[in-house]
């Protein structure tokens, strides 16, 4: 087993990140009384940990037996019927789906499957109705009349069904949904969070960590506690005993993405852009999204650049993202903002170089 | 019921008004609906205005008086975003249920029962233009038997044709006496201890939305028991520290752009949502009284534009650094020679 999946924390007293949240969470379902909730916060800060482990301190060890379940709907749209197919994961109390998966019909099973749940609810051992949860992954992914056809959804099932959304940045989410819960924010871990976890696991594991070692690992995994552990795990399998000057393996797009920032800055004429094309489509074809691959790009850029064009390439970086979003093929959008930059430095040391 | 069911429940609903004159502030509508329930002669009607200021709560709570609890499931047809509404059900169902003749006005255990029936079209502004003009015809056609009420946020987006035939109502926003005394009502009865500090952050913070306001009270409760300060409600309520506005500020004024940079990391890995301190930095920005109203009008409508962008779905980081940069250049005076507009 991954160490991720072995350390992570099962229940909401062994969290160790973020205590004072988990310590709220636990007074809110004590009382027997769940409003909806909507966790936001950045990848690998630990959202979906605190979710399993809430799900458990209300349901008991029993929100832990899921299973996987490749549903399908049937829904009658008027005068066609839709067949939808997505996968769910299930316990007695819970349901967990990310709707975004079917694209712009993500519509259909959220009005279907909270009717569904509201429809049969679990009765407990006193005889009591209680309510089932539903996780919503990738909120901010749903289409916009997805999110609006909760809105009155999650006000008219109130009493059967509570809701936990989750995701990224809630921008993205409407007014109306973020004002129907109990929003909670969960930062990323700070360095020193991430230094104490791996401690803490290196502990376990029993193994001797060099002294700054853990901190390295923590600088470089950006905030992010699950690339921090991974990364640590890749080390240990790497080398150990560690050495306190240990190289800690980069992503390897992230290296890919660094040598094509090199390839840009050192020329800039067609035929190198040519080239910087069959780089971009190589990384997208390894499923790496198109915003991270110019995110990246624009950190590599900004390293190496004067401080007077770094306004303009941000703006520009800014610019194509908004247009990558809007359009339909990634792949113009980057090569037009490596093409910009191009023209951008071409000109900036014409001028200053003559 | 359960006893578990009563406590699980929300306290917008628990508190929402069963009665057209319990509707606080929208003097002019009650009067109006008073009057309906008393000649039972109704136009169609469509109420607009911001969200949490009783629109749908005065729809249903008309409905409710007019029919009583055993005619309102044969006589009102609730209809709002969640439901599918594209032009089929306008074309199917909405006018099937219009179609129905409905007996003559009788009085029935206290309640008026006019003579028709009522559609309730909530959040009628993302209905799409096609629908609505399907409803043309059907409103007038049937309007011996059905009245048709229209809930929603921007009366731009409900088209003229359908406006004109019907009754306009603006919900004025909920001054901060009337919530106050809303909310004041609601810690009596739920045993909460909120002191006035406390209760001009909330009316603050939830901006006249009152079931926004009341959410952030349930969830103030549920996390810090029955007594609240201001910072609670704060951490409930996800609005930005303003420290953390001010040291982004501070950066930009610096003119280091690596500066404001590590300061718009952190704020996207504390997870803050950047489209909340778009609108904390306009704040910040008009009230700043060193800044000429030059560098404001520069500084606003690039807010303004990642604001869009934004919407669009554009990525979070990038548009915080752009604002970053730009707010920077606006403050440095530092000239926007580069054509950024091509």
Redesign the interface.
């Known amino acids: 087993m991954l160490w991720v999946d072995k350390y992570r924390p099962k229940t909401l007293d062994q969290v160790i990140v973020h205590q004072d949240i988990a310590l ?1 969470l636990k ?2 379902v004590t ?5 909806h909730l909507l966790f ?3 990848s690998g ?1 630990g959202k979906k940990t605190l979710i399993m482990a809430l799900l458990r301190q209300v349901f008991g060890p029993g929100a832990e037996k899921v299973k996987v379940e490749n549903r399908t709907w049937k829904i009658d ?3 066609r019927t839709i067949d939808l197919e997505l996968t769910t994961l299930s316990s007695a109390n819970h349901v967990e789906l990310s709707p975004s998966d079917v694209g712009f019909q993500d519509r259909y099973i959220v ?1 279907e499957i909270i009717k569904e749940m509201a429809k049969n609810r679990p009765i407990d051992t006193k005889g ?4 089932k949860v539903l996780v919503l992954n990738e909120v901010d992914k749903l289409s916009r ?1 997805a999110q ?6 999650m ?2 099932y ?2 059967s069904c509570r809701l936990i959304l989750c995701c990224n ?4 989410v409407i ?2 949904i ?6 909670v ?4 871990p700070t360095e020193e969070q991430i230094v104490k976890v791996l401690e803490f696991i290196g502990k376990k594991e029993g193994l001797q960590l060099p002294s700054g070692f853990a901190a390295r690992i923590a600088e470089k995994s950006n ?1 992010s506690l699950r690339r921090a552990i991974l990364s640590f795990e890749t080390c240990r399998v790497q080398q150990y005993p560690f050495t306190s000057n240990q190289a800690i393996p980069p992503m390897d797009w992230e290296e890919y993405v660094s040598e094509i920032a090199s390839d840009i800055m050192k020329e800039q004429s067609p035929k190198r852009l040519f080239q910087v094309r069959g780089k971009l489509y190589e990384l997208l074809t390894n499923c790496i999204p198109p ?1 991270i691959v ?2 990246r790009l ?1 950190y590599e850029l ?1 390293k190496r650049l004067d ?1 007077e064009l ?3 390439i ?2 520009w ?3 194509y ?2 247009r990558m ?2 359009g339909q093929k990634a792949i113009f959008h980057l090569e037009a903002f490596v093409a910009k930059f191009m023209s951008i430095y071409k000109g900036f040391l014409i001028t200053t170089f003559g | 019921m359960a006893p578990m069911l009563q406590s699980s429940q929300q306290w917008v609903e628990k508190y929402r008004p069963r009665q057209v004159k319990d509707v606080a502030h929208q003097d002019e509508v009650v009067r109006v609906l008073t009057n309906t329930l008393e000649t039972t002669n109704c136009p169609h009607m469509l109420f607009y205005g911001p969200p949490g200021i009783g629109k749908t709560t005065t729809a249903l709570a008309i409905a409710h008086q007019l029919f009583g609890p055993e005619l309102y499931k044969s006589r009102v047809l609730e209809l709002n975003a969640s439901d599918d509404r594209g032009i089929n059900v306008v074309r199917t169902k909405i006018k099937d249920f219009a179609a129905i003749a409905v007996g003559s006005a009788q009085r029935q255990g206290g309640y008026p029962c006019p003579p028709y029936k009522i559609i309730i079209l909530d959040e009628a502004d993302s209905m799409t233009e096609d629908a609505q003009n399907a409803l043309r015809r059907t409103m007038e056609t049937y309007s011996k038997v059905t009245r048709f009420f229209f809930i929603c946020n921007y009366i731009s987006r409900i088209i003229e044709p359908l406006a004109s035939r019907c009754a306009k109502f603006r919900f004025k926003p909920i001054t901060e006496e009337i919530m106050s005394s809303r909310i004041l009502h609601i810690c009596k009865e739920e045993g909460l201890n909120l002191d006035a500090e406390a209760l001009s952050t909330l009316s603050y913070i939830s901006q006249g939305d009152l079931r926004r306001a009341i959410t952030y009270l349930q969830g103030a409760t549920r996390l810090f028991g029955s007594s609240i300060s201001s910072n609670d409600l704060i951490s409930v309520s996800g609005v930005i520290p303003q420290d953390v506005v001010e040291a982004l500020f501070t950066a930009c004024r610096s003119g280091d752009f690596d500066l404001a940079n590590k300061e718009v990391n952190k704020i996207i890995a504390e997870g803050y949502p950047v489209s909340l301190l778009l609108s904390q930095i306009f704040d910040v920005v008009v009230e700043a009284e060193d800044i000429s109203d030059e560098q404001k009008a520069r500084i606003c409508k690039r807010l303004a534009e990642a604001d869009k962008c934004l919407v669009d779905g554009a990525d979070e980081y990038l548009q915080l650094l752009n604002v970053a940069s730009h707010v920077m250049l606006a403050l440095c005076n530092m000239p926007e020679e580069l054509n950024y507009e091509s």
């Open positions: 709220n007074k809110l009382e027997q009384d769940c409003p936001y916060g950045s800060s749209a008027g005068s009005q009591k109705r209680g309510y009349e609006h056809s909760l809105r009155r959804t006000e008219k109130s009493t940045s809630s921008s993205k007014e109306a973020r004002s129907r819960c109990l929003n924010r969960i930062n990323a905030r915003e110019l995110k624009l900004l401080a770094k306004h303009e941000c703006h970086a800014a610019y993202e908004h979003r809007l």
